[in-house]
């Protein structure tokens, strides 16, 4: 079974530019997240999905971030503009629904974020 | 808010060295742990998880960790650490339960001296 895909992996971009992530969940999994990881700490959501719908996006600086999951699948995470705090570790993960009372994420391997 | 706290950013173990990284978790309720591992330039890799099952919960390459509810613990331990254990490790909670957020710790690095 594929695992979470993301793309790039590496970004180094300068301050007030725009950049944007892609995220390629398992096969089926209706919920995905984006997570924050800046170095030093842990990571820390920044968007749920269900479906293409948005379940939590309260810690998510909406005046530049921004995220998509149109079709229900992928999804795309995008900074307009990077500040040079935004310099961090982009995770993706993605679990399937179902009634249990837990369901395992599981975690692409990252995009790394260098704003200069 | 749920939270954990993990006491240490890093410790160093020499080779053959109980491991035991420490994590404390604030819940009004009977939480969901994990245990999660790094190692550089990767995404998490889940070690171990609590889910109201058996307080000892065993996990891969070796490590273990117990639930103590009276001392809002779930320390992750080793008997004999190995250099490949050398990683980040996150310890994480979900407050309820569903597919909620995990909310994860500042993290623990863990070196092995050889």
């Known amino acids: 079974e594929a695992g979470v895909a993301q793309s790039p992996r590496y970004k180094i971009i300068e301050k007030r530019q725009s950049v944007a992530f892609w995220c390629n969940p398992i096969?089926?999994?209706?919920?995905l997240y984006w997570y924050q990881q800046i170095l030093g700490q842990g990571p820390k959501l920044l968007i749920q999905f269900q479906n293409n719908g948005v379940v939590d996006d309260s810690q998510l600086p909406k005046d530049r971030f921004s995220a998509e999951r149109l079709k229900g699948v992928d999804s795309t995470l995008k900074i307009q503009p990077a500040k040079l705090e935004d310099s961090a570790v982009y995770l993706c993960?993605?679990?399937?629904?179902?009634?249990?009372?837990?369901?395992?994420?599981?975690f692409g391997p990252g995009t790394r974020l260098t704003v200069l | 808010a749920q939270s954990v706290t993990q006491l240490g950013s890093h410790v160093s173990v020499s080779e053959g060295a109980l491991v035991l990284l420490r994590c404390n978790y604030s819940s009004s309720v009977p939480p969901y742990l994990f245990w999660y591992v790094q190692y550089p330039n990767q995404g998490l890799q889940l070690l171990l998880k609590y889910t109201s099952a058996a307080t000892l919960v065993k996990g891969i390459n070796g490590f273990e960790a117990e639930f103590k509810k009276s001392e809002t613990s779930f320390h992750l331990t080793k008997p004999s650490a190995h250099m490949s254990d050398a990683a980040e490790y996150f310890c994480a909670v979900i407050p309820n339960s569903g597919n909620t957020p995990l909310v994860f710790g500042k993290g623990t690095r863990l070196s092995v001296i050889a």
């Open positions: 993960a993605s679990t399937i629904n179902t009634p249990r009372a837990y369901n395992e994420q599981f």
């Open positions: 096969s089926g999994h209706a919920t």
